[in-house]
């Protein structure tokens, strides 16, 4: 079997996720360069979250990608009105106001939650056990990059009752499935699954979404970011200092002044002792370091996402993200789709 790691998604990567799944962006071959655009655009800008599983020769195998919407744009893709795919949607109403921009999500997430809507893909073509791994893989990053949003929906499409039925068992509610779309789309089989915070509970581990709250205080991008890459990236200092430009001077200053932040806004004493101290409050509330912006900097640095991959190891998994990876892989085995519930 090949190794296989994650990384951030970089330029050169989309055409090849694009390509892997279109039906998930709602084209043919003949529009693929349309999708690359709105996506780039998207990762370029913020306003769209990706991670790609690559093999030794860093090719994309598999790609995870998300997005935050607006209310109003939610109930519009739930309605009976709207019968195409939702990346076909998305992809025609894409605007600040209803894919939202970092702005956006800041409010959302400091504010009353956020709706995301999730895509995936992957090579069909690759041996069933490298298969298996890259999807494990892709699964596990999902809870380790959104484990801290203060979400309040998740939408997704998947194609065929026995996916379908892997999600139903999570605690996902199905609220379209083939015969709501006209043809052809019926013959792709999408299901559109959703779930939402106050409506799900444990043992479901749909759950595991929403144990994100809102942020008790709020940090600037610059604070935010050397926490995410220090608690999240698993990075040093010399190699923060790398992805942000700064002296070590300037990154020790910065680790002060979180510091004297946390410090001032928590019952812990010892956040004042530098990046130790701070990484001790953060792992208590990982929302505090959220949203992410780190990838779009990585984006923009083919080099360094290439150079740092998501340290997708055991040890570095909290036990929500270990659980929801888990579920993905025992809900294959053995269960039968749930019409219309």
């Not at 992410?292 to 993200?321: K, M």
Request: charged share 20%.
């Amino acid at each position: 079997m090949m190794p296989y790691r994650m990384r951030f998604t970089v330029p050169e990567d989309v055409p090849m996720c694009v390509a892997m799944e279109p039906t998930h962006f709602g084209c043919s071959d003949a529009n693929q360069e349309e999708a690359c655009r709105w996506l780039g655009t998207l990762l370029a800008k913020g306003r769209a979250l990706s991670a790609v599983v690559v093999n030794e020769q860093d090719e994309p195998v598999a790609f995870g990608l998300t997005l935050f919407i607006s209310d109003e744009f939610r109930q519009f893709l739930l309605s009976e009105h709207n019968q195409q795919l939702i990346g076909q949607r998305l992809r025609q109403f894409c605007t600040p106001r209803t894919i939202l921009a970092l702005l956006g999500i800041e409010r959302g997430h400091r504010g009353e939650g956020l709706n995301m809507v999730g895509f995936y893909g992957w090579r069909e073509e690759l041996p069933e056990a490298d298969l298996a791994a890259v999807r494990s893989l892709l699964y596990a990053s999902f809870p380790y990059l959104h484990a801290g949003y203060h979400l309040k929906s998740f939408l997704k499409e998947v194609y065929g009752a026995q996916e379908a039925a892997m999600y139903t068992q999570m605690g996902f509610t199905v609220h379209k499935q083939p015969s709501d779309y006209p043809l052809p789309r019926r013959a792709l089989e999408p299901y559109l699954m959703g779930v939402v915070r106050g409506e799900v509970s444990f043992p479901a581990r749909a759950a595991d979404l929403f144990q994100g709250t809102s942020p008790p205080i709020e940090l600037k991008r610059r604070y935010r970011e050397v926490g995410q890459l220090a608690y999240m990236m698993r990075l040093d200092d010399g190699e923060i200092t790398q992805c942000l430009g700064l002296t070590d001077n300037a990154l020790y200053n910065l680790w002060s002044r979180l510091g004297r932040r946390l410090n001032g806004n928590s019952e812990h004493p010892n956040s004042r002792f530098g990046r130790r101290g701070c990484l001790r409050v953060i792992a208590e509330c990982p929302a505090i370091i959220y949203p992410l912006s780190v990838h779009t900097r990585f984006y923009h640095c083919p080099e360094r996402a290439r150079r740092y991959p998501l340290p997708l190891q055991e040890r570095v998994l909290s036990p929500p993200a270990a659980r929801w990876a888990n579920a993905h892989e025992r809900g294959l085995e053995g269960v039968q789709v749930v019409q219309g519930a």
